[in-house]
């Protein structure tokens, strides 16, 4: 395949008044890529220790004397970076400074997929001060910006997150019990039950024998961490239905007190619905799914039109919560328009297809939901727990 030839040709426009700046950042250096009015197309670097929020401010301070000097004018800073691990606090202290900033979703830049990519830190700050520019002059979709959330916002996800951490480790830790006593012929115990220190001392191999000692020191010890993770998890689930329960005195946050009469919908589920997605504003149906990744992704080039299942683009425990918030809704809601519709397609389909009609299904409950939940529109033939 051959390339057309690449003339020379003005690719950055300079015209937008403002200096732009893009953040590659590490642990040790973040790396400034910056372009400003006057310097043509030439693009400089800098380097800031990590960390040195002093020193990036000066940097800044530095960039808007030269370019005063060139141009005799006084330009505003505006800066952006890739979303990543160092969160949101960057973000916050350049606009506390009154700096313009902004977070990308990295994913979201395109590249070139003509050879094989080259990738350094310099090459990478000028990609994102293009992306920036592009940005700026309002090109629709050159890239996906990430709307930073409030640190309150941000707080309260943490308990759904620690309590689906511990449950993760819960479940290790019994299963890592229970193969070491498979092993030994022993297939009826549960860790989980109240009665398991009392009945860790009578149990019997299979083949007639007590427990090894040592293999029961270490069952012990599993025991300990066990029980040390359940009073963890009780006290993050009193601090979840605390939360709750005070939600309604919060500033636009009654949203958990509406969803928590569903049949169906468990404080976990509130929490997790409200933490991770329908605290933000969403403008229509379609944000509100692709959000939470059960948009479509259609497939069509010429006469091939087929779909490839759901982007997965958005908040995966969202997304994993409303799955099973979907199986659930056709437990606790059978009489629902939504489960109905979700039957009727089932049966359309011989009883095939349960898996993707459930994903198709969570993305429904889910518009349902936040449009009960924000307007209060009534989801047809849901049913109320018994005041």
């Keep these: 395949m051959s390339v057309e030839?690449?003339?020379?040709?003005?690719a950055i426009r300079t015209d937008l008044g403002a200096i732009f700046v893009s953040m590659e950042l590490s642990r040790s250096v973040w790396l400034l890529t910056s372009l400003s009015p006057g310097a043509g197309e030439t693009m400089s670097k800098h380097s800031v220790?990590?960390?040195?929020?002093?020193g990036l401010l000066t940097r800044f301070t530095q960039l808007q004397e030269k370019a005063r000097a060139?141009?005799?004018?006084?330009?505003p800073i505006i800066v952006i970076q890739e979303a990543g691990l160092d969160g949101f606090w960057i973000h916050r202290v350049?606009?506390?400074e009154g700096i313009e900033s902004h977070v990308v979703?990295?994913?979201?830049?395109?590249?070139?997929?003509?050879c094989r990519r080259a990738k350094t830190d310099k090459i990478d700050g000028e990609a994102l001060v293009r992306t920036l520019l592009?940005?700026?002059?309002?090109e629709p979709r050159v890239c996906a910006m990430v709307r930073a959330p409030t640190p309150e916002a941000k707080d309260r996800r943490?308990?759904?997150?620690?309590?689906?951490t511990l449950t993760a480790e819960r479940v290790q830790h019994v299963n890592r019990i229970k193969g070491l006593l498979f092993a030994q012929g022993i297939g009826t115990y549960e860790p989980l039950h109240r009665d398991r220190r009392t009945r860790l001392d009578a149990l019997m191999t299979g083949d007639g024998r007590p427990l090894p000692p040592y293999l029961k020191a270490q069952i012990s010890r599993e025991l300990d961490r066990l029980e040390l993770l359940l009073e963890q998890i009780k006290a993050v689930e009193a601090e979840r239905d605390h939360l709750l329960a005070c939600a309604e005195e919060m500033a636009g946050a009654a949203l958990p007190a509406r969803l928590l009469p569903l049949k169906g919908i468990g404080q976990e589920a509130a929490a997790v619905l409200w933490s991770e997605g329908l605290f933000r504003t969403f403008a229509n149906r379609r944000q509100v799914a692709a959000y939470a990744g059960l948009a479509p992704t259609p497939w069509k080039s010429g006469s091939v039109d087929r779909e490839q299942g759901v982007s997965k683009a958005g908040n995966p425990r969202l997304r994993t919560t409303m799955i099973q918030l979907a199986w659930l809704w056709l437990r606790h809601q059978p009489a629902a328009a939504l489960s109905l519709w979700f039957q009727e397609r089932v049966r359309r389909n011989g009883g095939r297809l349960r898996k993707p009609m459930i994903v198709a299904l969570a993305r429904k409950l889910l518009i349902a939901l936040?449009?009960?939940?924000?307007?209060?529109?009534i989801i047809e033939g849901a049913v109320m727990r018994p005041a």
């Design 105 to 114: 979703d990295p994913a979201s830049i395109a590249v070139s997929r003509r």
């Design 134 to 138: 592009a940005y700026k002059r309002g």
């Design 49 to 54: 220790r990590g960390g040195d929020v002093a």
């Design 158 to 164: 943490r308990i759904s997150r620690e309590r689906k």
């Design 70 to 75: 060139r141009t005799g004018q006084m330009f």
């Design 94 to 96: 350049l606009e506390s």
């Design 5 to 10: 030839p690449r003339f020379e040709q003005t």
């Design 370 to 377: 936040w449009k009960y939940a924000t307007a209060g529109v």
